[in-house]
């Protein structure tokens, strides 16, 4: 097990996740400004007008439910995997706010059974480390394990070149889940990533 966490598990998906998480600025058509010296806007109260128009979205298959600022983009994949008979089944949501300042995605990568949540703590790790290897340039601000409807996750913040990509990751069962806020630094509003992120449950 260890082993396949380690080589498959990890660099396999977590290409593919890392690829897809820093990518998705492209649907927004967002320009990256490397001088970008603007502070996080932490005193950003919450403003219920900000919410009036986002989307409830529940996800079947991901047994989970979310609100986007509006209805998500989906594109669902099988990735074989080598020398094993199981196929790995991932499903990415993904909306832009209407001024396309941020990005919010969910990804959810379900494993093979026999992957479950007595390695919850490795596989976490080793997806951090799959996103923060994905560019050399990519910088670890924080990452802290947390308790999510009893499951295993852990809240992570990280930054390259003026672009935040903050969020909270989450092993139950066999399945990963990825729940996060891409957008440049000079937009980030502190309000709307927790709104974002406490707005997702997990569904028995």
Not at 82 to 92: F, P
Not at 93 to 113: G, R, T, W
Request: proline share 3%; net charge negative.
């Amino acid at each position: 097990m260890y082993k396949f966490i380690k080589s498959l598990y990890c660099l396999r998906l977590l290409s593919t996740v890392g690829l897809v998480s820093f990518s998705a600025m492209s649907l927004a058509n967002a320009t990256l400004d490397e001088q970008v010296v603007a502070a996080v806007n932490k005193k950003s109260a919450p403003i219920e007008e900000d919410f009036q128009s986002w989307k409830n979205f529940h996800s079947v298959t991901g047994k989970c439910r979310v609100a986007f600022p509006q209805a998500p983009e989906h594109v669902k994949q099988n990735m074989t995997l080598e020398e094993d008979e199981y196929d790995m089944q991932y499903d990415v949501y993904v909306a832009a706010e209407q001024n396309k300042h941020s990005v919010f995605m969910v990804l959810i990568a379900q494993y093979p059974p026999y992957v479950n949540e007595s390695n919850a703590e490795l596989s976490l790790e080793c997806f951090l480390n799959g996103i923060l290897t994905q560019h050399p340039n990519n910088q670890l601000v924080f990452a802290d394990l947390i308790d999510v409807q009893g499951h295993k996750g852990m809240d992570f913040f990280i930054k390259t070149k003026g672009v935040f990509f903050k969020g909270r990751a989450v092993m139950a069962g066999n399945s990963l889940y990825l729940v996060a806020m891409e957008c440049e630094e000079v937009h980030y509003k502190d309000h709307k990533f927790n709104y974002f992120i406490n707005s997702f449950q997990l569904i028995k």
